[in-house]
């Protein structure tokens, strides 16, 4: 189909038509002018946002980003109490924070900090 026979189809001028398809490769385009051409195409636009991990590790991931950012305070002041925890001990503290805060699904997990 040309420019020309698509702007018949949507009832706008072929200028029109030659910036749609400009602002579309740009990324500057709206959803209601696709939805327009869409349908002058006999087509049915889809707009999606899909993850690029599950859902499950994007949760994990934020839950043991959080649980980070939490247990340095903890361990300071164990360390000041002479009970830091070795390594292996803080690793573990870390998955159980991060498990814990999973089960809880708390909505401030997506908080920004």
């Not at 070795?86 to 909505?107: F, I, T």
Request: glycine share 2%; aromatic share 2%.
């Amino acid at each position: 189909m040309t420019a020309e026979q698509l702007a018949d189809r949507m009832r706008v001028s072929q200028p029109r038509i030659t910036a749609l398809e400009h602002g579309e490769a740009a990324g500057a385009v709206n959803l209601k002018t696709l939805q327009r051409a869409a349908q002058a195409l006999n087509c049915t636009l889809i707009y999606a946002l899909v993850p690029n991990q599950s859902l499950e590790r994007m949760v994990r991931d934020r839950a043991l980003q959080v649980a980070a950012e939490r247990l340095p305070a903890v361990e300071h002041t164990m360390r000041l109490e002479d009970q830091a925890l070795p390594l292996e001990a803080r690793k573990s503290q870390l998955r159980e924070v991060a498990d814990a805060l999973v089960r809880q699904a708390p909505r401030s997990l997506w908080n920004h900090h």
